[in-house]
Each structure stands twice: as C-alpha cells, then as structure tokens.
C-alpha cells in the first residue's frame, strides 16, 4: 500500500483507486446495518471529520471536549447522545458545524491511526470496534491544542 498515493488530508494510504469519503461512506453503512458495528458511530464521524479538516472551530472543540469525556472521563455514550440533542436543538445552535471558507486553516498533522486502518478490520465487529477506539484514543492525544490533563 505504501505506493499508493496518500489522502492529502489524513495521510491514508488506500490502494485500486479508493479514497477516503468511500471508505467512510462504506463504513457508516456497515454501522447502520449491523447495531455491534455501529456501536462506535460517534468515534467514527468525529474522527473522520476532524482528520479530514471538516468541523468549523467550534464544533472541534466541543466533539473534541466530548471525546475527552467518553475516552478519559468515562462519560457513556447514551449520555453523550442526550448532552447532544439538550446542547443541539435546532433553535438553540448558533455555531456551523462544517468549516467554511472564511475559518482559519486546520494544522497537518501525521496521523498515526487513519481510516485506512480502521477499514482493514472491519471483517469482525470486534476488530473493528477495537480498531476504531484506538483511532479516538490517537485522534484526541494528537489533536492540535489538546490541553494535557494534569492527573
């Protein structure tokens, strides 16, 4: 794979002409169809979308302040879900969720852990949801501005 050309945004290497949107795409239908896949569906969108420059400012720092929650916190997925839709109501968001043209640029960075990764476990639900906890797990300690948590 490593002669495949990279992703210009996370790195991943993807090889017979795939990219990363696909592959995204693919593994979002996978974790709607079978519940043990989707699981991680928050790890998934965030990671994605923050490697790949897609969250405005604002919602960076908030997805990145829940994935601290849930990954060092302890904060269970159910009460992410509610947080969200109480934090989230239409009538009360006031930020963009997707970047525009007008926000600053995202920082590179090498990420350690791509979707490209995730992709090549996705033959068992288990793999896959290991996988894709790791990527959160790398995502968030190599996120630019991380504020390190003095424990």
């Known amino acids: 794979m490593s002669g495949e050309p990279a992703c210009p945004a996370c790195g991943a290497r993807w090889e017979d002409g795939q990219d990363c949107q696909s592959q995204f795409e693919a593994l979002l239908a996978l974790e709607f ?33 829940k994935l601290r929650a849930v990954l060092q916190e302890g904060l269970k997925i159910d009460q992410l879900r509610t947080q ?23 920082p590179r960075v090498k990420w350690r852990v791509t979707l490209a990764d995730v992709a090549a476990q996705a ?25 390190r948590r003095a424990d």
């Open 33 to 65: 169809a079978d519940p043990a896949y989707g699981q991680v569906h928050f790890f998934t969108v965030a990671c994605f979308m923050i490697q790949h420059g897609r969250y405005s400012p604002q919602a960076q720092a908030w997805v990145q302040q």
């Open 84 to 106: 969200a839709a109480a934090e989230h109501r239409p009538c009360a968001r006031t930020a963009a969720v997707l970047r525009s043209a007008d926000d600053p640029p995202v």
């Open 123 to 147: 033959g068992s639900a288990e793999s896959y949801c290991a996988e894709v906890r790791r990527w959160a797990e790398a995502t968030l300690e190599q996120m630019p501005g991380v504020e």
